[in-house]
């Protein structure tokens, strides 16, 4: 069965920095391009970033460009997002997505972590 | 950037009934690249229809999806109570960003 656990997540003041982790179970994480997809309380979901199965390709939203950065470890099974300069904005559940080998979609995705950005 | 416009916002409807939900995009998208998600209150989203057309293992043959260019459309032919929930559609081209319509409403009437 696949599935996908975030967490990381938590209380951070503006400014700080957080690294998320998604664990991978059920398939072999290299064969699968990941993201990380956000959505703030009560609102729409919003694609964050994506990686590719080697590392080799990576993408940002322009709302965290230079500020997050996405990596993996294969031989871990895991996703991860680093976020540093938080901003209120960023306040959102975290989930991450699996890409499909089979059509353009995330087919599977984890339950969420959520990240506060407050004083 | 390609912007989903979704509507309506909320639709009011009673099970049984057929409901139909619009996605409008503001530049062509190719129809393998159109995505429908499920999300209910609490829960991560779930996968409903990809390639505008297709639907996913294990989903209802209830629900359907069509339309190209710019408008598409997913149908649900007749509600069931678990249908209830904010449904998505995305655009997933060849470059980032992968963009989410703004989501509508599907409650009970």
């Known amino acids: 069965e696949v599935q996908l656990e975030e967490s990381g997540g938590g209380l951070v003041q503006p400014g700080g920095s957080l690294r998320l982790s998604c664990v991978a179970s059920?398939?072999?994480?290299?064969?699968?391009?990941m993201n990380w997809v956000r959505q703030a309380p009560g609102k729409g979901l919003e694609w964050v970033s994506y990686i590719s199965g080697s590392s080799s390709t990576k993408y940002y939203a322009d709302s965290v460009k230079g500020r997050f950065t996405i990596s993996r470890d294969n031989a871990k099974n895991s996703l991860f997002l680093q976020m540093n300069s938080l901003r209120a904005e960023d306040t959102a559940v975290y989930y991450c997505a699996r890409d499909s080998n089979w059509g353009w979609c995330f087919d599977y995705w984890g339950q969420g972590t959520l990240v506060t950005v407050s004083s | 950037e390609i912007v989903l416009t979704q509507s309506p916002g909320t639709l009011s409807l009673s099970p049984g009934e057929r409901a139909t939900l619009s996605c409008r995009a503001s530049?062509?998208?190719?129809?393998?690249?159109l995505i429908w998600y499920q999300q209910k209150r609490g829960q991560a989203p779930r996968l409903l229809i990809y390639?505008?057309?297709s639907r996913a293992s294990g989903i209802p043959d209830r629900f359907s999806g069509s339309g190209s260019g710019t408008d598409f459309t997913l149908t649900i032919s007749r509600l069931e109570p678990e249908d209830f929930a904010v449904y998505y559609c995305q655009q997933y081209g060849s470059s980032p960003p992968y963009t989410f319509g703004q989501g509508t409403k599907l409650e009970i009437k």
């Open positions: 059920g398939f072999t994480l290299s064969s699968y391009s």
């Open positions: 530049q062509s998208v190719s129809s393998s690249y």
């Open positions: 390639g505008a057309s």
